[in-house]
């Protein structure tokens, strides 16, 4: 069990001091303002469980924008979207999100709300999950005390995940993808009420945007272990949602460990994972998945590489393949596109040449240049890109070594 936190000794000791006296600050002006400021969301969450999280989200019972340009140094530091009362503020390398206290109503399920102001416990009401759904006053009496109306913090210390009333996920369904992704985040259980009624409403999903559901999916995709997520979606059955053939089974557990392992000390792109778990979808089904998810135009690229090398595989392991064959096989692929294909590979023959590829081949360039043909008197033409490609070839395959090499295949060539 998680023990109980003090918020403001948690300010102190899990934020930058720089911060925590920029959110002095800011509540002074506020109280000066006659106005409540608040930290809200995930940082009261993270600070309620000892941990640092730097994404700084501030409800103003008041004027967000005002205290917001109060706040920023330079002007240009300042995003304001009027029509939702809130401003985003660069200071040093963070944002800072202010947002005026606000109500929201929805139209239908699936809909944008309609925002308009209202007070703290108003807008904690339209929170997801009762750990999102608390405040951490900033101003005179009210600095360090926590606002818990819907007691997430005996969530916290219960490890639960759980919705504020059950029509949450009619509201919004794309509350079913964030509360896998604080459940396998956090090591919590979504409780057994919020389950059933996740599991009810699987079938909203179908009203929400797939713009709004693929920033869900790249939410999970930062995550630590986005397979976890996507293992537990695929045993609830909310994956098929995305594609009827689409799996997250074991195979996961070997695909996205390996990914981060070729892409360290990065983390693996989205472009990777994404074409890691379509990975045993044929092209038809990719896309499908493609156009229903409108993914971005390198994602869904890589996804089709990887596809196409998969076809390639048997000439990329033909006992005695040259390097200037490898090459040609695959330089047109993106390199994402290989990585999944050397973590997927089944036999070593494979894998051994797509690493061959990707840590030599691709880098491989003649010492001449199209210049340097002109120079020796080559006319401009289609032979000339034939040239550079002979060339190539010769410095792939070990047949050049020095520049006087490569000009005595010129002149071969040009001469015939
Ligand atoms: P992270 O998800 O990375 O931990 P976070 O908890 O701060 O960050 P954000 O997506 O940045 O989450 O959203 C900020 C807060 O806004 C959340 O904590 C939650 O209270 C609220 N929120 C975000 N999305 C929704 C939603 N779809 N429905 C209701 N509340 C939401």
Redesign the pocket.
């Known amino acids: 069990m998680a023990k109980v936190i003090n918020p403001a000794d948690s300010i102190e000791k899990n934020l930058p001091a720089e911060l925590v006296a920029f959110l002095q600050l800011a509540g002074k002006r506020a109280a000066a303002r006659q106005e409540k400021l608040y930290l ?4 009261v ?1 993270d600070l309620l469980l000892g941990k640092t999280n730097l ?1 700084i ?1 501030l409800a103003v019972e008041g004027n967000a924008i005002a205290l917001a340009k109060e706040m920023a140094d330079k002007q240009d530091n300042i995003t304001v979207h009027k029509n939702f009362y809130t401003a985003k503020i660069r200071w040093h390398d963070l944002y800072i999100d202010f947002a005026a206290t606000r109500r929201e109503t929805y139209a239908n399920p699936g809909a944008l709300p309609t925002v308009s102001p209202s007070s703290l416990i108003e807008d904690l009401i ?3 999950f009762t750990i ?2 608390m405040a951490i006053g900033l101003t005179g009496q009210d600095y360090g005390l926590l606002y818990d109306p819907y007691n997430g913090q005996e969530d916290l210390i219960n490890r639960g995940i759980r919705i504020l009333h059950d029509k949450s996920f009619i509201d ?1 369904s ?2 079913i993808w ?1 509360g896998l ?1 604080y459940e396998q985040r956090l090591g919590f259980q979504i409780e057994p009420h919020t389950l059933e009624l996740l599991k009810r409403d699987i079938p909203m999903l179908d009203t929400v945007s797939a713009d709004r559901i693929y920033y869900e999916i790249e ?1 999970i995709l930062k995550e630590e272990l986005p397979e976890k997520v996507f293992k537990r979606a695929h045993a609830l059955g909310i994956l098929k949602k995305l594609h009827p053939d689409l799996k997250a089974d074991s195979r996961l557990d070997d695909r996205f460990p390996q990914a981060r392992e070729v892409s360290f000390p990065h983390r693996p792109s989205p472009a990777l994972y994404m074409a890691l778990l379509t990975y045993d979808l044929n092209i038809t089904e990719k896309e499908e998945l493609n156009s229903y998810l409108r993914l971005p135009k390198l994602i869904a690229q890589t996804m089709r590489d990887s596809d196409s090398i998969k076809s390639r595989f048997k000439y990329i392991a033909t006992t005695g393949i040259k390097r200037s064959e490898i090459y040609h096989l695959l330089y047109d692929y993106s390199l994402q596109a290989i990585m999944a294909s050397i973590i997927v590979a089944e036999t070593e023959e494979v894998r051994q040449n797509l690493r061959l590829y990707l840590d030599k081949l691709r880098s491989i360039k003649p010492l001449l240049t199209g210049k340097d043909l002109l120079k020796m008197g080559v006319t401009q033409g289609p032979h000339m890109r034939e040239i550079l490609n002979s060339l190539l070839d010769a410095k792939l395959d070990d047949r050049v070594k020095t520049r006087e090499d490569e000009e005595r295949i010129v002149k071969n060539k040009y001469s015939k």
């Open positions: 809200v969301g995930g940082v969450r994404d989200d339209r929170r997801d999102n759904a919004d794309t509350r964030r992704r939410c």
